[in-house]
């Protein structure tokens, strides 16, 4: 089934390491989106790419890195993690034609030690 | 810009009652609406959409939620709900504004008690 694939789905960092989560596609979207998002809360949008073009929101933190290298697969690193970036991150696709309904993976669970 | 507004953020509910989410959107051009669930440590799933047409559209599983552009409202409802049902519920909104960004409102908590 085409679908979107995270992974780990649980990953255990220590503080300061570097940390990269990935996600990959079988759907072909040309748009593909990282979230955060904390317990209990919404998902909060940290960037997006729209095919090649990177889209980083005016509050994402500069510890936070994404890189598509392909339509497939993106990634998100965390140069630095701290305690407040334990958090679910969420993988999500959209085709621009189908108005952005959004197709997400089943996320990455983030600890930071 | 783009918003949505999630004016419950908590539900109870008892099993076999209706149901309402609300959810208000504010932009300034065309969007197009969505209601997601999300049950713990998973991801999201659409629950259904309005992009065009009726401004009605159902889900499979008995949800419902009508486009109210004069009230530029989404809500969502459920004449019967079931245990089952219990989860977060987000209302999302995308747009031809900085390459079709999909924004969450804050989501609300539905509690389905026996």
């Known amino acids: 089934d085409a679908m979107v694939i995270q992974n780990p789905r649980y990953q255990v960092t220590q503080f300061g390491k570097p940390v990269t989560l990935s996600c990959s596609q079988t759907?072909?979207?040309?748009?593909m989106y990282w979230y955060q998002q904390k317990s209990s809360q919404a998902p909060k949008l940290l960037f997006h790419?729209?095919?090649?073009?990177?889209?980083n929101e005016a509050d994402t933190p500069d510890n936070f890195q994404s890189r598509r290298p392909n339509t497939s697969f993106c990634f998100l690193d965390i140069r630095s993690p701290g305690l407040g970036d334990a958090a679910m991150y969420l993988c999500a696709t959209s085709r621009v034609e189908g108005g952005g309904e959004a197709f997400f993976g089943q996320g990455t669970r983030l600890t930071v030690v | 810009a783009q918003s949505v507004t999630q004016l419950d953020s908590q539900v109870p509910v008892f099993e076999e009652a209706p149901v309402e989410l609300r959810c208000n959107y504010s932009s300034s051009v065309s969007v197009y609406l969505f209601w997601y669930v999300q049950y713990p440590n998973q991801g999201l799933q659409l629950l259904l959409k309005y992009l065009s047409g009726s401004t009605l559209v159902e889900s499979i599983n008995g949800f419902e939620a009508e486009f109210n552009k004069s009230q530029t409202s989404f809500h969502l409802r459920k004449p019967s709900v079931h245990i089952s049902d219990t989860a977060e519920y987000f209302c999302?909104?995308?747009?031809?504004?900085?390459?079709?960004?999909?924004?969450f409102g804050a989501g609300t908590r539905l509690f389905v008690k026996a």
């Open positions: 759907l072909n979207h040309n748009v």
């Open positions: 790419y729209y095919d090649k073009d990177f889209n």
């Open positions: 999302a909104v995308s747009g031809n504004t900085g390459g079709f960004k999909t924004i």
